[in-house]
C-alpha cells in the first residue's frame, strides 16, 4: 500500500495519496469546499469518509498550471471496510477465494497486523473510485455555485460534476517502484515464458490481465497453424489445391480454440475471485440526460428518457447511418478492384520491375484506406452511441460494440469474400490478404505504440524541463508525478486491442488455408505485440483504474460468431478447391448438395460441443459449489449464534426473531 | 384446505388427511413404529413435525388389503412455516409475487386470522411432500428391522425406503369438491373460452398447469395456419408446386410461435410467483447406488459412483444401442418402403376398390409400428438410464429425454424425409404424411384416455363393490377414498404429453407446406387432447404432487431444435418445387446455391432475432428488478433496526456486530 514516494513535501500530503482528482481551473470556490466536505464527511452521514488535499503548485509566470488538482486517500479502516463493500474477493487461509468480510479479516491469507500491505494499490485505488463514484446527493438542489448543475437525492455527485466539465479527470497514481518491478518481469528481459499474469492482475486488475492472458493464448494456440503453415508455404507454392486439409483444420481448430479459452478464463477469473463474484449496481452513465420523472424499480425521481424516443434515434438514424458507410465501404472496394485491374494490365502491357512493384500498390493502398475509414467510422459511431442517450454505460457498450464491429468486418473482409467467392480467384485473394494483413499490422504498431510513445516522451521533456525551471535544485516527486501523469493520455479501455485481436482471428480463421503464412504473421505480430500493449500500458497512458472482470464479455460471442463464419466459409472454400471438384467430374450439383450437407452436420456438431463442454472446468465447479455450501453453513450456524445470544441477554419483543 | 370429507370415520384421522403413505403389507413392526416417531418427531430434533396415522380397514376374508397404508396431515403452524422454508411464493398485498416469511404473513392478500384457506390444498401437500423428503437419518446405521437397509447421517429416510422397496408408494389425496368444481369449469360444458389455468395450477401445481398453457398456446398459434390450410387444400389439390408461400408461412411462423411462447410463459411463471424463486438443494435419486466416499462438496460421508464409470456406461453400451435401434428404425423403413411399392404395383395392374384401399395399408402398418417401437424403445431407455446410475433426477431425465428424442425424431421422421429429399415424390410424401399423422393420433388418444378410463372403471366398480360388502351400510368416505386411489394409475409427469406435441410440431413445422391440412388435424387432436388430458388428470390417475416450474424446461430446447430443422427443411421444400426450379430453367447449381445462402441467412435471422427478443417481457422485467430493489432496501432497514435494539439493550462481545 505504500508508493514509492518521499514525502519531503509533506506540506502537500500527510497520507499516502492514491488517486488524484482535477475539477476545471474555473470552478467555484463555493462548488470545490462542498465537494471537498462531502468527500470528507464520514459515511454515516452520506459522505465518502476519504482524504482530500490540494497540490499547490509554485506559482509559475509564463505556463499556468491547474490550481485544482486534489489528491485522495484513504484510511487503513476505511479501506478495509470498503474492500467489503465492493464485494473483494480474496484468498482464505485454505487456499479458496472468498469474500472478505471485516469480522473474518483474521482468517484471510497474508492478512497481519492491522491489515497494512493486505490490499494491493489496485485495490485500494478501486475502493476509492467505489466510494467517490457512490457519493450521492442528499437533498442539495444543485451543485453550490452553479444553479445549473441540477441534483436529486441519489444522484452521483462525481458523474454529475462529470458531465458537465466540472470535473475534468480522476485517475489512479503509478506506484513507480512496483512498475519498475511490473515492466521488468514483463517485458524488459527477452524471454521465452508467459506474461505474470498475476502480477498484472495486481498492478492493473483484472479486466486488463484477461486481455493479456487472451492474447497470450491466442498467439500460443497459433503456434500450430504457423508450424503447419511454413511447410504447406513452402513447399506447396503455388499448388492452391492443395489447402483443403488445411481448411479443415483451420475448422477444427477455430471451434477448439474457443472452448478451451472459455475454461481458462474461468479457471483465471476463479484464481482473481472474480468467478462468482456478483456484479455491482450499475449507476446511470455520466453523459445520461431526460426530463425529471420517476424511476419505476426504486419509485424514486430521476431522469428518465424513454425507451421509444432511444429506439426511434436507433431504426431511423443510426441504423440507415451504418448501412449508408457500408455502402461506402462496397463503393470503396468497387473503385479498388478497378486500381487493381488498372495495375494488372499495365504489367501485362509492360511488365519490368516498377510495374511489379505497382502490383501491390492499390492493395496498400485499399489497406490504409480501410484503415482510416475504421478510425472515421469509430468516431462517428461513439457520437452516434452517446447521441442515443443509453441510460448504462453496458447498454451503450453493447450498441457501439455492435455497430464497430458489423462495420470493421465488412470493411476489413468484403473485399476477400468478393475475391473468393465472385472472381473466385485465389492467387489475387493471396496476395490481397497478404497486403491486408501486413499493411494493418504496421500501421497499428505505428499507431498504437510508436506514435503515442514519441509524442509521450515529447511531453516529459517539456514537463520536466518546466518542473526543474520552476522547483531548482528542491526534489518534489510527488508534484512533478502529478504534474507528468494528468498530461498522460488517458488509455480508453480494452476495446481497440481486443477489436485488433478479432480482425486477426478473423484473417487466420476465414482464409489462412490459401494463405497459410497468414498464421505466422499473425503470431510475430502478437509477439511485438505484448510487448508494445505492455510498454504502453506501464509508460505511454495514465494508470486505468482496475477493473473487475470475469470473462473477455462480449466479445466471447463476437469471436464465436466469427468462428461460425469461419466453417461456412472454410466449407465453401474446400468446396473450391480444384482438387474436391476433381471427384465430382460431370456434376457440380451434387458436390455443392454434398459441401452443404457437411457444412450443415459442422455447424450442428459445433453447438452441440458448444452445450455438451462444460463453460467451467470440474474441480472449479465442485470449488464453487463447496464455497456456497460452506457459506450456507456459516448462516445457518450464525442465526444459531445470534440467536441464543438474544435469548441469554436480552428482552425483544417476540416480532424481532422473525427478522432472522 | 378443507377436504371435502366427512369425518364420521373419525377413529381413522383426527386431522385433515392430505397425502396417503403405503408402506409394503410385510414391514416389520419395529421399522413403522420408527419412521412414524420419525416423522412425528419435532423439527429441531430432526423429525418432520407432521401428523400421521394409521388407516384401519375392516377386516376381510377373500381379499386381503394392505394393513400398511397410513395418511399424513399437519398443523396449520407447522404449513405455514414450511411454505417459507420450502420458498413458496405468494401475492403480496400490493399485488406482486413475494416470497412467503411468517414475520410478514400479515401482509400477504388473503391472509385472514390465524391463515386458515391461506395455503392451496396443492401447496399443502408440496410442503408435506418437502417434509417427507427432507426427512433424514441421524445416527441410525440401517432401517431398525432391516440391517441390510444401510442409512447414514444426512441420508432422506424416505429415499432409502423407497429405493428398496419398503416404501411403495406416497401420494396427496385428492378434494373431491375442489376437484368437482374443477372439472365443470374446465372440460364439463362445452365452450370456446381459454381453460381455467389459474384452477388448474390451484390444483395440480405449476408444471402440470404450463403443460396446458402450452397445450393451448401452441393449439391457438396453429389455427392460423389451418386457416390458410384449409383454402389451400380445398383449391390446390393437385397443385403441389403452389406450396412455396406456404414454407415461407411456415419458416417465419415456426420461429415467432417459440419466442412468444416464451415470454407468455414468463408472463405465467411471474403471476404464479415461480419466475424468481430459487432452485431447491436436488436430493440424490431414490435409486442411486455407489461405494461409501466423501462428497468432494459437503465432505461428508455417502454414497459415491465415479463419473468415469458413468461415462463408460453411456459410451460403451447406451451410445451403441442407441444406433443399434436407429439402424433397427431404418430397416423396418426400408421394409415400409418395399410394401408400399407392391402395394402400387398391385393397384397399378388390378385398380379396383380393394387395392386402392389397399394403399393406405402399408402406410398404417408402418404408423403402427412406429408406435410400438417408441413404447418398446422408452422403456429400454428408462431401463439403461436408470443402469446409468445418475446422482440427480434433473441429470436422469436429460439423459433420458435426449435417447428418446433422437429415436422418436428419427423413426417418426425419417421416412417423410426419404421421400421428400431421395425419393423427392411429394404425391407420396403427401400421403404418408396423412397416414401417419391421423393413425398415431388415433392410437395416442385410445392409449392415453380411453383405455386407462375403461380399465380404471373397471377397478372402480370392483372397488366399491368390495367396499360396500364390507361395510354394509356405513358411510366411510375416506376409507372408500383412499383404497380407490391407492389403486389407481399413476400419473408419470408430463414427458408423454410434451413428447407427443414435440413430434406434432414437428409434423406441422416441416411437412405441413406439402399437405396443408395438416395443421388443422393437429388442432382438432389438440382440441380433444386438452378434454381427454383433463379428464385423465381428474378421473384417471392419482393426484400428481404439484412441482414448481418456471417454464417447460429442456422441451423449450427440443422445440427450438425442431424449428431450426424446419428452417432447412422448409427451404430445401421450397429449393425442390417445381414452380422455384421453373426460374432457373438452365442451371440447378444456381437455384442451389441461392436456396443455401437464403436459408443461411435465415438461420442467422433466428439466432439475432431470439438474442435480440428478450426472454422476459419488458413489465415484469421491471416488477422483478422491484422486487429485488425493495428487499434490498428491507434488508438495510432490518440490519439498522437489529443494530439499534442491540445497542439498547444488550451488552454483546464487539465481534458479534461483524455478524449483519
Excluded at 469480522?103 to 490490499?119: H, I, P
Excluded at 444553479?147 to 466540472?166: A, D, H, I, N, T
Amino acid at each position: 500500500m505504500q508508493l514509492g514516494l518521499s514525502f519531503s513535501d509533506s506540506d502537500v500530503s500527510s497520507f499516502t495519496p492514491l488517486v488524484v482528482l482535477e475539477l476545471a481551473d474555473d470552478t467555484k470556490a463555493e462548488a470545490i469546499t462542498w465537494l471537498l466536505n462531502r468527500i470528507r464527511d464520514k459515511q454515516q452521514n452520506g459522505g465518502a469518509e476519504l482524504l482530500v488535499n490540494q497540490l499547490l503548485f509554485p506559482a509559475q509566470d509564463d505556463q499556468k498550471s491547474n490550481p485544482n488538482v486534489f489528491v485522495v486517500g484513504s484510511t487503513l479502516q476505511r479501506l478495509l471496510n470498503g474492500a467489503e463493500d465492493v464485494g473483494l474477493f480474496k484468498e482464505f487461509q485454505d487456499g479458496t477465494m472468498r469474500g472478505f468480510t471485516y469480522a473474518n479479516r483474521e482468517s484471510f491469507k497474508d492478512f497481519n497486523g492491522d491489515g497494512e500491505g493486505f490490499l494491493s494499490d489496485a485495490e485500494c485505488q478501486y475502493i476509492i473510485k467505489h466510494g467517490l463514484d457512490t457519493l450521492r446527493a442528499k437533498n442539495e438542489q444543485h451543485v453550490p455555485g452553479y444553479p445549473k448543475l441540477k441534483l436529486y437525492p441519489g444522484k452521483s455527485v462525481v458523474r454529475r460534476l462529470q458531465s458537465k466539465g466540472v470535473l475534468i479527470q480522476y485517475f489512479p497514481l503509478h506506484n513507480k517502484e512496483d512498475l519498475k518491478r511490473l515492466s521488468f518481469s514483463w517485458y524488459k528481459k527477452f524471454k521465452l515464458s508467459f506474461q505474470p499474469l498475476d502480477d498484472i492482475r495486481h498492478y492493473f486488475g483484472e479486466g486488463l490481465a484477461l486481455y493479456f492472458g487472451f492474447l497470450e493464448y491466442f498467439t500460443f494456440a497459433l503456434v500450430p497453424m504457423a508450424l503447419i503453415g511454413i511447410p504447406y508455404y513452402l513447399f506447396d507454392w503455388e499448388d492452391y489445391d492443395k489447402y483443403v486439409l488445411f481448411a479443415v483444420f483451420n475448422l477444427v481448430w477455430s471451434t477448439v480454440f474457443l472452448e478451451v479459452w472459455k475454461r481458462c478464463s474461468a479457471t483465471l477469473a476463479y484464481g482473481w475471485g472474480t468467478l462468482s463474484r456478483k456484479k455491482a449496481f450499475e449507476e446511470p452513465r455520466a453523459g445520461f440526460h431526460g426530463a425529471l420523472g420517476f424511476n419505476p424499480v426504486t419509485g424514486r425521481e430521476e431522469p428518465v428518457y424513454p425507451s421509444s424516443k432511444r429506439q426511434l434515434r436507433i431504426y431511423l438514424v443510426s441504423v440507415p447511418f451504418v448501412l449508408l458507410c457500408l455502402y461506402l465501404s462496397f463503393y470503396v472496394m468497387m473503385v479498388y478492384f478497378d486500381m487493381e485491374f488498372w495495375a494488372i494490365n499495365t504489367y501485362h502491357e509492360n511488365p519490368n520491375i516498377a510495374t511489379s512493384i505497382l502490383l501491390f500498390v492499390p492493395s496498400i493502398i485499399y489497406a490504409v484506406v480501410i484503415e482510416i475509414m475504421n478510425l472515421l467510422y469509430r468516431c462517428a459511431a461513439e457520437f452516434l452511441t452517446d447521441w442515443e442517450n443509453h441510460r448504462l454505460e453496458s447498454s451503450f457498450q453493447n450498441h457501439l460494440v455492435l455497430k464497430v464491429l458489423v462495420f470493421n468486418f465488412v470493411n476489413c473482409f468484403a473485399s476477400l469474400f468478393y475475391i473468393a467467392f465472385v472472381m473466385q480467384n485465389m492467387v489475387l485473394l493471396r496476395q490481397s490478404l497478404a497486403t491486408l494483413l501486413i499493411t494493418s499490422q504496421i500501421l497499428n504498431q505505428v499507431m498504437e505504440a510508436f506514435l503515442p510513445y514519441w509524442l509521450q516522451r515529447r511531453r516529459n521533456k517539456k514537463v520536466h524541463k518546466r518542473m526543474r525551471r520552476l522547483m531548482g535544485d528542491k526534489e518534489l516527486p510527488l508534484l512533478g508525478q502529478v504534474q507528468l501523469e494528468t498530461e498522460m493520455n488517458t488509455y480508453l479501455g480494452t476495446f481497440d486491442d481486443y477489436l485488433e485481436q478479432f480482425l486477426l482471428f478473423g484473417y487466420v480463421s476465414l482464409f489462412s488455408c490459401v494463405y497459410p503464412l497468414a498464421a505466422v504473421l499473425v503470431v510475430l505480430n502478437n509477439i511485438t505485440e505484448v510487448y508494445s500493449d505492455a510498454f504502453k500500458m506501464c509508460h505511454v497512458f495514465k494508470r486505468p483504474f482496475s477493473e473487475p472482470a470475469a470473462n473477455i464479455g462480449v466479445w466471447q460471442l463476437a469471436f464465436e460468431t466469427m468462428s461460425i463464419i469461419a466453417v461456412v466459409t472454410n466449407c465453401a472454400l474446400i468446396g473450391l478447391s480444384p482438387q474436391v471438384k476433381a471427384y465430382f467430374p460431370e456434376s457440380d450439383t451434387q458436390l455443392i448438395l454434398i459441401v452443404v450437407a457437411i457444412e450443415h452436420v459442422l455447424l450442428a456438431f459445433k453447438f452441440i460441443l458448444a452445450f455438451v463442454i462444460p463453460d467451467v472446468p470440474k474441480h472449479i465447479q465442485v470449488k464453487l459449489a463447496k464455497l456456497d455450501f460452506d457459506s450456507l453453513e456459516a448462516l445457518k450456524k450464525r442465526v444459531r449464534y445470534v440467536w441464543n445470544k438474544i435469548l441469554t441477554c436480552c428482552n425483544l419483543p417476540s416480532a424481532f426473531f422473525f427478522f432472522f
